[in-house]
């Protein structure tokens, strides 16, 4: 078989032309571009590029490359638009008139949408800014940011907030969610709200918070239902709190994280009534047969003894070796107050506010219950009064009263009518010998009030001294005031005897013990003191509050005092240790008054949160929280059956709460002028309701 060649094609394919070589006049880099773009085939761009080189002048490739400034350049790529008005000129250079121009050019109405999304950068602004300055710019906000906190940086609530954990307390569901959502981004957004969470943004975003929770919130979870723990129970145990317990002792390496642990640790107090000397007793016992052998007054005859103290449970009874020191024998003055005081418990009306519960208004017996319920009401009024006067009190056996002053004295009014008379100035000590000379030296007239001056600040509390009781009228006054000290006035002389100094700032209130001799003083130091009629030094400083110490009052038995402070809690100190062995948490402001009740068991506190809370001492358990007042509460006072509490406020009323009652229903205010009787809730909650009838 013969091999058939094939016909040669009439069209056979042309051979590739050499590549045009370049003239000598090209340069060496010139050269190595064109190889290279001949080595990957781009023969038009090569022959493009040799055509532009040998077609160059010699004046042309002698001659230096040109070049423009930046304004220029921006010039040239920046967007252009100009008016027939204003040829020449780009009417969208500056940003101040870049949005009006482009929204005037008639758009369609999807443009004018992106129109008014763009910010006001002007086009030939944007191609200026330097790529730094989003960098130098945030510099400069956190410099700004860090200055402007510097107002903050000794701000003491701010330190708290970086120093201290916040506490929370929560229920173990809630608290799940909450770790859920910061470790895997679990819950949050509802879908279709946005990208929620999810994403590296999210993970960042509950990075940054998890960073906030771990240095500066501590966690109280409870296993209980949340429905069934108390509302006191929430609101005691949320706040910053670690600075508000006392630390534990030096001995201890324990600290407490909640005030029931701190008041548990602190064992049972001493709250039963302080007891009476048996030759005091046996004497004050011996004067009341003897006046009622006199009076012939059968239903005194079988009253003459003083009962003693009895065991309540609950209630420890202090010891006489447990009191503060006291003179060793007993005077007349003390056997007066002891019989007064019997005397006084026999003629006391009772009160029983729970009478009031489910009482008729309209009834006949209305009248006749209303007066077992509630005391009756003695106003006094201050008139002509310009600064105002911050502070009043009355002695016990109601003669006298005493005012403190903003503009720097107290006023004391007799409210018996009697001429209040000091001494001659110009008398000789050496000329008093008995009683009858000490009268002869006294002042010939004399009127029913008396002002006493020696405070060159505000007089913010006054106080007469109990030695006497309703006995007999009291001896000396103290007073307390913005100038820092207390000062010490007798009653007899009308002068002032002397001037306790020792706090650093002013002194808000002044408290006498109720044995006397010993006096407490509230300063804006954040100290309480305690003082003593024969020693100008204090003999006691309780410090541990965050802010001022606005109010105080003793026990009756006299072995611990009641503290409130502008740091929303109130304390009570052992007076001879100087510890604190209770803490009451739960107030949301400044706590301005406090009362003691009679009995020793309870302890009411009230302040600028509008609130009343009722505490039992002996757990630091907080019993009721009674609100009605509109205003802040500046008074608080028990019966002297410790069933029911009066308290005044800015508001310009004045409102019973019964005590020991389970509360009732909210009932309708009664007229301005009559009397009615704020019931709290019940005691398993403790609140009462804001629209309770007040007197």
């Not at 040239?76 to 009417?91: C, D, I, M, Q, Y």
């Not at 005691?236 to 909640?258: C, R």
């Not at 309540?312 to 010891?319: D, E, S, Y």
């Not at 319920?373 to 008139?383: D, F, Q, R, V």
């Amino acid at each position: 078989m013969s091999t058939v060649t094939p016909p040669a094609s009439s069209q056979s394919p042309t051979a590739p032309s050499p590549a045009q070589e370049p003239s000598q006049n090209v340069s060496q880099a010139d050269r190595a571009v064109l190889e290279y773009l001949r080595s990957r085939g781009h023969t038009t761009a090569e022959k493009a590029l040799l055509a532009e080189l040998e077609g160059a002048t010699p004046d042309d490739k002698g001659k230096a490359m040109e070049t423009i400034d930046a304004d220029e350049l921006v010039k040239t790529l920046a967007v252009f638009a100009h008016k027939p008005s204003r040829p020449g000129e780009n009417v969208l250079k500056d940003s101040s008139s870049v949005l009006q121009e482009l929204t005037a050019m008639g758009n369609p109405s999807n443009i004018q949408s992106l129109i008014s999304s763009i910010g006001s950068v002007g086009a030939e602004e944007i191609l200026s800014l330097d790529p730094t300055d989003k960098q130098e710019g945030f510099r400069e906000l956190e410099a700004w940011v860090d200055g402007s906190l510097d107002m903050y940086r000794n701000d003491e609530l701010a330190q708290r907030f970086r120093n201290e954990k916040f506490s929370v307390r929560m229920s173990r569901s809630g608290f799940g969610l909450l770790v859920g959502w910061l470790t895997e981004g679990v819950g949050g957004e509802a879908p279709g709200a946005g990208d929620g969470f999810s994403g590296e943004k999210g993970k960042r975003g509950r990075a940054a918070v998890m960073r906030v929770v771990n240095n500066h919130l501590r966690f109280d979870v409870t296993s209980s239902n949340p429905s069934s723990v108390s509302p006191h129970s929430w609101e005691e145990s949320t706040g910053l709190l670690s600075s508000l317990i006392p630390k534990a002792s030096a001995s201890t390496t324990a600290n407490y994280t909640s005030p029931q642990a701190f008041n548990a640790s602190k064992g049972d107090l001493k709250l039963g009534p302080a007891p009476l000397g048996d030759e005091l007793r046996a004497e004050a016992e011996r004067v009341l047969r003897e006046q009622a052998m006199v009076e012939r007054d059968p239903a005194a005859q079988y009253e003459f003894q003083i009962p003693r103290p009895t065991s309540v449970p609950g209630m420890v009874i202090p010891l006489e070796s447990d009191l503060l020191p006291h003179p060793p024998t007993f005077k007349t003055i003390d056997v007066e107050r002891e019989v007064s005081n019997v005397r006084d418990a026999r003629k006391r009306i009772r009160l029983d506010p729970t009478v009031l519960a489910n009482l008729d208004v309209n009834s006949p017996q209305a009248s006749a219950v209303r007066a077992r319920g509630l005391p009756s009401i003695c106003a006094y009024t201050l008139h002509d009064v310009v600064e105002g006067s911050p502070c009043c009190t009355f002695s016990q056996d109601t003669s006298l009263m005493a005012a403190g002053f903003s503009e720097s004295y107290i006023r004391l009014w007799s409210l018996k009518g009697e001429k209040l008379q000091g001494m001659r100035s110009d008398f000789n000590a050496n000329s008093i010998k008995d009683v009858s000379s000490l009268q002869k030296i006294k002042e010939k007239k004399g009127s029913t009030t008396r002002k006493l001056i020696g405070h060159s600040g505000p007089v913010y509390s006054v106080a007469f001294d109990p030695v006497g009781g309703s006995a007999t009228p009291p001896k000396y006054l103290l007073s307390a005031s913005a100038d820092g000290t207390t000062r010490l006035w007798s009653m007899d002389t009308m002068t002032n005897i002397v001037a306790f100094r020792g706090h650093e700032n002013p002194v808000w209130d002044v408290k006498w013990s109720p044995m006397g001799i010993y006096f407490a003083t509230a300063s804006r130091d954040r100290t309480a003191r305690l003082w003593s009629t024969d020693r100008v030094s204090c003999l006691r400083i309780y410090a541990g509050h965050l802010s001022d110490v606005d109010c105080l009052q003793f026990h009756p038995n006299s072995l611990y005092l009641a503290t409130g402070s502008s740091d929303w809690t109130a304390r009570l100190w052992d007076i001879q240790r100087g510890s604190c062995v209770r803490v009451f948490l739960g107030h949301q402001g400044a706590v301005s008054t406090l009362a003691v009740s009679p009995d020793g068991r309870y302890l009411a506190s009230a302040g600028e949160d509008l609130a009343i809370n009722l505490w039992d001492i002996g757990s630091g358990k907080r019993i009721k929280k009674m609100t009605g007042h509109s205003a802040s509460i500046y008074s608080l006072a028990f019966s002297g059956e410790s069933s029911l509490l009066v308290s005044g406020g800015a508001d310009c009323t004045v409102r019973c709460w019964d005590i020991k009652g389970p509360g009732g229903s909210k009932s309708k205010p009664r007229e301005n002028g009559s009397l009615g009787l704020a019931n709290s809730d019940n005691a398993s909650h403790g609140y009462v309701d804001d629209e309770n009838p007040e007197t």
